[in-house]
C-alpha cells in the first residue's frame, strides 16, 4: 500500500470554479499534513498546513482533514490560471528508528485552470 | 522573507565523480533535510539531520551519500562517487521545530554525464 496517494489528474476546470483535491495516506500515526503547490522544473512551495480534523481557511485555499478515515483535501476557490500546477500533498511520517519527522510526499496532482 | 538557499542551481558532473551540492538553511532552523527529485517521478526523502547528527536516512542515501554541516550556516550533500541514477533535483529543506512545516530552497539540477 502506498503511503500517500493522490490522483495523478489532471484535473481541469474552469477560471472561477472550485477545484478539488485529494490526498490519503496509510500511517495513522501521522501529525501533521501539508499542501505543496510545484510549478514545472521548480521546487514545492507551501500552501497550507493542517494539524487537526476540520477546515482550516487560507484565503482562496481550504484544507481539510479527516484523521479518521485518513483522508487530507485541498479545496482553491475562484480558481485562477496562475494555479495551475501540480499539487503535492505531504504528510510527516513518525519516525521508525529515532528522527524528525520526514516528510512523505504524494505524486501529486496536476491542476489546469483553463480561461 | 527568509528563504533557504541552493548552490549550484546546476552541475553536470561525469560518471564516477565527486559532487558537492550546498544549502544555506534559514538561520533560526534547527531541522535539516535533503529530498530528491528524479524527473517526472515524485519527491523522495534522502537524509534528515538535526543536532549536528543524522536523524533518519532512506534506502537511498547509501555510503556514497553524506551530510555535513561543516559550520554554522552552510548543511552539505556529497556524493563520493555519482552514477546515472543520480541524475535528479536535489531539493534541501529546514524548518524551525518538530512540528512546523518545512521550506524548501529552489533546487540543485545535477546531470550526470
Known amino acids: 500500500q502506498k503511503e500517500v496517494e493522490q490522483n495523478s489528474g489532471p484535473l481541469s476546470v474552469p477560471e472561477g470554479a472550485i477545484a478539488s483535491l485529494n490526498c490519503t495516506y496509510s500511517d495513522r500515526g501521522s501529525q501533521s499534513f501539508f499542501w505543496y503547490r510545484q510549478y514545472s522544473g521548480k521546487s514545492p512551495e507551501l500552501i497550507m498546513s493542517?494539524?487537526?480534523?476540520g477546515d482550516k481557511e487560507d484565503g482562496r485555499f481550504t484544507a481539510q482533514l479527516n484523521k479518521a478515515s485518513q483522508y487530507v483535501s485541498l479545496l482553491i476557490r475562484d480558481s485562477q490560471p496562475s494555479d495551475s500546477a501540480t499539487y503535492l500533498c505531504a504528510v510527516n511520517m513518525p519516525p521508525r528508528s529515532g528522527g524528525y519527522n520526514k516528510l512523505i510526499f504524494g505524486a501529486g496532482t496536476r491542476l489546469a485552470v483553463h480561461p | 522573507e527568509p528563504e533557504v538557499t541552493q548552490t549550484p542551481s546546476h552541475q553536470v558532473t561525469q560518471m564516477g565523480q565527486e559532487v558537492i551540492l550546498r544549502c544555506v538553511p534559514i538561520?533560526?532552523?534547527?531541522?535539516f533535510y535533503w529530498y530528491r527529485q528524479i524527473l517526472g517521478q515524485k519527491v523522495e526523502f534522502l537524509v534528515s539531520f538535526y543536532n549536528n547528527e543524522i536523524s533518519e536516512k532512506s534506502e537511498i542515501f547509501d555510503d556514497q551519500f553524506s551530510v555535513e554541516r561543516p559550520d554554522g550556516s552552510n548543511f552539505t550533500l556529497k556524493i563520493r562517487s555519482t552514477k546515472l541514477e543520480d541524475s535528479a533535483m536535489y531539493f534541501c529543506?529546514?524548518?524551525?521545530?518538530?512540528?512546523?512545516?518545512?521550506?524548501f530552497g529552489d533546487g540543485t539540477r545535477l546531470s550526470i554525464l
Open positions: 529543506a529546514s524548518k524551525e521545530r518538530q512540528i512546523t512545516p518545512q521550506h
Open positions: 493542517i494539524y487537526s480534523n
Open positions: 538561520s533560526n532552523h534547527l531541522y
